[in-house]
């Protein structure tokens, strides 16, 4: 999480920071649908009178870029990069391709606890935002921030 202390600053990083997310999807991933790595491009809009969000050709245009990592048994690593931050984006863009995140209440009708990779037991949405970058407003210099997720070992990404 980034919070821009002023007005000057929150101009100088707005549309200028990259955010990659990791998360666990469920499923087989169709390397013959779909290719390894990608972008999804479909605009997302909200349903009335509720939270969710959906893909909608009357939406705000939503990008997000994808990369494959490893398949597990029930479930896959995969990489996302958002070109666009729209509300729920990730959720909505992956589980319109039919793999909906692990543990996502919201979006996945078949929602249940996972054991991860690294033995532990996940019952919660399996999305970590994972690196933020962006350049310093003042001093201009590259900033990086990681944080590893708990659901994976260091070596799947």
């Known amino acids: 999480m980034i919070v821009a202390k002023n007005s000057l ?30 972008t999804i491009d479909k605009p997302l809009a909200r349903m009335e009178n509720s939270m969710k969000r959906y893909v909608s050709d009357d939406g705000e245009r939503a990008i997000t870029h994808y990369e494959f990592i490893k398949q597990y048994d ?7 990069l958002l ?4 509300t729920h984006q ?10 909906p995140l692990c543990c996502d209440k919201l979006y996945n009708d078949f929602a249940h606890p996972v054991v991860c ?4 037991i996940l019952d919660r949405q ?3 935002s994972f690196s933020l970058a962006f ?14 997720p708990e659901f ?5 990404f």
């Open 9 to 38: 600053a929150h101009s100088l990083l707005t549309g200028k920071t990259t955010r990659q997310y990791l998360a666990l999807c469920q499923g087989v991933f169709d390397k013959e649908k779909y290719p390894l790595k990608g």
């Open 74 to 80: 029930e479930y896959f690593l995969c990489r996302f």
């Open 83 to 86: 070109e666009t931050g729209r």
């Open 90 to 99: 990730i959720r909505v863009h992956i589980s319109d391709m039919g793999y």
């Open 117 to 120: 990779p690294n033995g532990k």
């Open 126 to 128: 399996a999305l970590h």
């Open 135 to 148: 350049k310093h407003p003042l001093m201009g210099k590259d900033m990086y921030f990681e944080s590893k």
């Open 152 to 156: 994976c070992n260091d070596s799947d």
